[in-house]
């Protein structure tokens, strides 16, 4: 659970930021500085505009809070493999044991 949240954060960030950027910012960009007539609401790009930036530097910025996030899902997913259940299930039910 604990690696398919890290890699959902993820890929959600990644997905914002090449959406925002391709579809929206880059075309209100381009609708300002060619003056475009062809913009459905001219008094709504740059607030547009900013608020999608805004949108786009919050993932930026939660990327790179993430480096640890990255190492601990790097980690989860190599060490997983190697997790041995049976022993595990073991173990938990000594503790279970010691504990009553």
């Known amino acids: 659970v604990y690696r398919d949240s890290m890699r959902f954060s993820t890929w959600l960030c990644v997905a914002l930021i090449v959406?925002?950027?391709t579809q929206i910012v880059f075309r209100d960009m381009a609708?300002?500085?060619l003056h475009?007539?062809?913009v459905g609401n001219p008094e709504g790009l740059v607030p547009e505009l900013i608020v999608w930036i805004i949108f786009t530097a919050s993932a930026?910025?939660?990327l790179s809070l993430a480096p640890t996030t990255f190492l601990n899902y790097c980690?989860?997913?190599s060490v997983e493999e190697y997790v041995k259940?049976?022993?595990?299930?073991e173990v938990m039910r000594e503790v279970e044991l010691c504990e009553t």
Not at 85 to 89: G, L, P, Q, R
């Open 75 to 77: 980690f989860v997913t």
């Open 60 to 62: 930026v910025f939660q």
């Open 85 to 89: 259940y049976n022993i595990v299930e």
């Open 19 to 21: 959406y925002s950027t």
């Open 31 to 33: 609708a300002l500085y």
């Open 36 to 38: 475009s007539a062809n």
